[in-house]
C-alpha cells in the first residue's frame, strides 16, 4: 500500500491496542463486527441507502477496501484497522481514518473512528486516536486534525474531550445521515498543542492514570 501519503502505511501500538492498514482477508470480520454494531453505529454514520447487512457484507469489504486502498495511495487518508492483541490472538475491533488530507500551508486532516460496543468504555479507541494523531503530527508531515461530531454522540464527544481537542465551531445542517441534515459540533488540535507533553498518547496516559 505504498502511495504519496508521508508516513504511509504505517504500523502503531501501544500495549494490547494495535494500529495497521487494512487486509483483503480482513473481510469477514470486518462484515461481522459491522453487522453486531448496526445499533451502535447506524444513528451516526453516512451511509450508502440499502440494507445494512448488504452493505457492510463481504461483498460490499472488497469495494470499501478497494477504495481505501486508493485514497491512500494518492495521499488523501490513512485508513487504520484497530485490533486488541489479547490471549495471543489478535482481533478487529475497530476503525480509525485520518481523511480529507490537504497538503501544503494547510496541513491537515478529519478523523474518523469507531469501535465494537463490545469494547467501548476500555479506553481502546481514545489510544487509537491519540496514536494516530501523534503519527500524523509526526512522520505524517500534518499540522492540525479536526473531528467533527453530531451533538448527540456523547461517547464519540466523549473521546475527543478526554484527549483535549478543543471545540470550536458549530456546524449547522453538516452531514446527511440517518435521514436528514444533522449539525455537528467542530473539534481540532494543533501540533503545537501537545508538544510540550511529548504528545497526545502522553498526554492520554497522564489523564487516564490517576494520582
Known amino acids: 500500500m505504498l502511495g504519496a501519503t508521508p508516513g504511509w502505511p504505517a504500523v502503531l501500538a501501544d500495549g494490547p491496542v494495535l494500529l495497521r492498514p487494512y487486509k483483503r482477508s480482513d473481510a ?8 453486531a454494531n448496526q445499533a451502535w453505529l ?22 470499501v477496501y478497494r477504495d481505501m486502498r486508493r485514497a491512500a495511495r494518492r495521499g488523501d487518508s ?29 496541513a491537515s486532516a478529519y478523523a474518523g473512528y469507531w469501535v465494537d460496543y ?11 486516536l491519540a496514536l494516530a494523531v501523534d503519527h500524523a503530527f509526526g512522520p505524517g508531515g500534518l499540522h492540525r486534525i479536526e473531528v467533527n461530531i453530531r ?11 478526554k484527549l483535549g481537542f478543543r471545540e470550536e465551531a458549530y456546524h449547522q445542517r453538516y452531514m446527511h445521515i440517518d435521514g436528514g441534515w444533522r449539525d ?28
Open 28 to 35: 469477514r470480520a470486518w462484515s461481522e463486527l459491522r453487522i
Open 42 to 63: 447506524a444513528p451516526w454514520e453516512s451511509a450508502p441507502p440499502g440494507p445494512w447487512a448488504e452493505m457492510n457484507s463481504t461483498r460490499a469489504y472488497a469495494f
Open 78 to 106: 490513512m485508513p487504520f484497522a484497530v485490533c486488541l492483541r489479547e490471549g495471543g490472538r489478535e482481533r478487529l475491533v475497530g476503525h480509525v481514518n485520518l481523511g480529507n488530507i490537504v497538503r501544503r500551508a494547510f
Open 118 to 128: 463490545r469494547v467501548a468504555g476500555r479506553g481502546v479507541i481514545p489510544t487509537a
Open 151 to 161: 451533538p448527540e454522540n456523547g461517547p464519540s464527544r466523549r473521546v475527543v474531550e
Open 184 to 211: 455537528h459540533l467542530g473539534y481540532a488540535m494543533t501540533s503545537e498543542e501537545i508538544a510540550a507533553e511529548g504528545g497526545l498518547l502522553t498526554r492520554w496516559k497522564r489523564v487516564r492514570t490517576p494520582k
